[in-house]
């Protein structure tokens, strides 16, 4: 578990294909040291998991699966990618809680300057849009953010300098692709309202069903 609180901007030192998988070898900004065997890693949104490291680089394998649904395998030697390791209990709660899933690839649409802002328009796949709305939180390329504002197929961010600054979205464009994950909670909720529906054998949450159980 993470919380979108980008730790370090490290470099792509090298992408090793297999026949569907790849082996990355990562160098941090210098932030990040003393890595552990087997721990877990956010590379540009994507939980991996530490397989080798040095003094001043780390290794994670990439799975099929993982490269069809991420931009990981799109990269090049030289690419910097946002890095955080995992959440410790105790720690602050800063972003939000961002499990390393990836649940597609969204595409920048437009960058534009506002005043000391700069405004990103994201178009994400069409069966993420549900989970995206005004104010609520979502995960591009790893960095919580706030959804400013949605509309029928794109949704906009408002970026700060600072947060412009220490991730790779200062290195953006029209047309880059990005990994996007939603708000967990939100698929909670909708998994669970699912199951609430009469035609899934469960119960239809109205207002009688509120007013029964307390919530009115």
Same mark, same amino acid.
């Given at each position: 578990?993470?919380?979108?609180?980008?730790?370090?901007?490290?470099?792509?030192?090298?992408?090793?294909?297999?026949?569907?998988?790849?082996?990355?070898?990562?160098?941090?900004?210098?932030?990040? *040291?003393?890595? +552990?065997?087997?721990? @877990?890693? =956010? !590379?540009? /949104?994507?939980? %991996? $998991? &530490?397989? #080798?490291?040095?003094?001043?680089?780390?290794?994670?394998?990439?799975?099929?699966?993982?490269?069809?649904?991420?931009?990981?395998?799109?990269?090049?030697?030289?690419?910097?990618?946002?890095?955080?390791?995992?959440?410790?209990?105790?720690?602050?709660?800063?972003?939000?809680?961002?499990?390393?899933?990836?649940?597609?690839?969204?595409?920048?649409?437009?960058?534009?300057?506002?005043?000391?802002?700069?405004?990103?328009?994201?178009?994400?796949?069409?069966?993420?849009? *549900?989970?995206? +709305?005004?104010?609520? @939180?979502? =995960? !591009?390329? /790893?960095?919580? %953010? $706030? &959804?400013? #504002?949605?509309?029928?197929?794109?949704?906009?961010?408002?970026?700060?300098?600072?947060?412009?600054?220490?991730?790779?979205?200062?290195?953006?464009?029209?047309?880059?692709?990005?990994?996007?994950?939603?708000?967990?909670?939100?698929?909670?909720?909708?998994?669970?309202?699912?199951?609430?529906?009469?035609?899934?054998?469960?119960?239809?949450?109205?207002?009688?069903?509120?007013?029964?159980?307390?919530?009115?």
């Amino acid at each position: 578990m993470f919380t979108g609180l980008i730790e370090d901007l490290g470099t792509l030192r090298d992408l090793r294909r297999g026949s569907e998988s790849c082996l990355l070898t990562l160098a941090g900004g210098g932030s990040l *040291r003393d890595f +552990v065997l087997g721990e @877990s890693i =956010a !590379v540009n /949104g994507v939980c %991996l $998991t &530490v397989t #080798a490291f040095g003094k001043d680089f780390f290794q994670a394998d990439v799975s099929p699966s993982t490269l069809e649904a991420t931009t990981l395998g799109r990269m090049g030697p030289g690419a910097p990618v946002n890095l955080e390791r995992a959440l410790r209990l105790g720690d602050r709660l800063g972003g939000h809680l961002v499990t390393g899933h990836v649940d597609g690839v969204g595409v920048i649409v437009d960058r534009r300057r506002r005043d000391n802002a700069e405004i990103f328009i994201l178009r994400p796949p069409a069966a993420l849009m *549900r989970y995206l +709305v005004p104010k609520g @939180s979502v =995960a !591009v390329d /790893g960095i919580s %953010l $706030t &959804v400013n #504002a949605v509309d029928a197929h794109t949704f906009s961010l408002t970026i700060i300098p600072h947060s412009l600054s220490r991730t790779t979205l200062q290195f953006l464009k029209a047309g880059d692709q990005v990994n996007l994950e939603t708000d967990i909670l939100g698929k909670y909720v909708e998994r669970l309202l699912q199951r609430t529906r009469p035609e899934a054998g469960g119960s239809a949450i109205d207002l009688e069903f509120l007013a029964k159980n307390g919530y009115l």
